[in-house]
């Protein structure tokens, strides 16, 4: 079972108010009730934060530029003490950056920041755009020319009979009476029980109130699941 102390608000009182990581954190809220992020981003961004600075030491700076610079470091530091999924690291740190970036421009040009509503959908150039609806010119030379009759149309191609269209396996998962559920796919040849355990270890983390430092039950769960995902006994 794991035992620690979760260090959630390094201090350094040489570090500007408006530049400490609880202000960027407090501004990420504040983006998520103003739709700058969507709510549920927002709640996810704060808690990578909250996870990555645990590993912080009094000595370290609480300012959100110095984090900006050592969240690669602080996601292995926090790696190695929790022994976590590297791909669920990997998003905590994503996510982090993302957000005291967002944090340190709105510092330097508050009217500057438009939020982040979600991934930007690709959009051809206005050039290619006019390009393909522009009217085709007709050539004088070519419409004096004879212009050979259509043939018969080609005969259709029939698929062969043993081609099968793949349709995803959609479950839902309800998790209450108020409706809300999670939804998501199966795939076609299946899952055996390591693939399962590494998804339950992933869902895991992404829960709000995850705290295997100081709730034994939940170091307890991902201890079970991550042996049963690995194939080592679980240590209890």
């Not at 829960?207 to 006994?233: L, R, S, W, Y």
Request: proline share 10%; hydrophobic share 35%.
């Amino acid at each position: 079972m794991l035992e620690s102390t979760v260090v959630t608000s390094p201090s350094n009182v040489n570090s500007p108010a408006e530049f400490s990581i609880e202000a960027a954190k407090t501004w990420i809220e504040a983006m998520g009730e103003r739709g700058k992020y969507q709510p549920e981003s927002a709640r996810f961004r704060v808690t990578a934060i909250t996870r990555l600075t645990a590993v912080m030491g009094p000595e370290e700076p609480n300012d959100a530029r110095w984090l900006l610079d050592n969240v690669e470091e602080l996601g292995k530091r926090y790696g190695r003490k929790t022994n976590g999924n590297p791909d669920t690291i990997a998003t905590y740190v994503s996510r982090a950056k993302v957000a005291l970036t967002d944090f340190l421009k709105f510092q330097e040009n508050p009217t500057s920041f438009k939020g982040r509503s979600g991934p930007a959908r690709s959009a051809k150039p206005k050039e290619e755009r006019k390009k393909a609806t522009a009217p085709v010119e007709a050539n004088p030379e070519l419409s004096s020319m004879a212009v050979p009759p259509a043939g018969p149309p080609p005969k259709p191609i029939s698929a062969p009979q043993t081609m099968v269209a793949s349709i995803p396996d959609v479950r839902h998962f309800p998790l209450g009476k108020d409706g809300r559920a999670i939804q998501f796919n199966i795939p076609s040849d299946g899952l055996n029980m390591r693939e399962v355990a590494k998804f339950v270890c992933h869902l895991m983390t992404l829960a709000d109130d995850f705290d295997p430092f100081n709730n034994p039950k939940h170091a307890a769960m991902f201890q079970m699941v991550k042996a049963e995902q690995t194939g080592q006994p679980s240590q209890q």
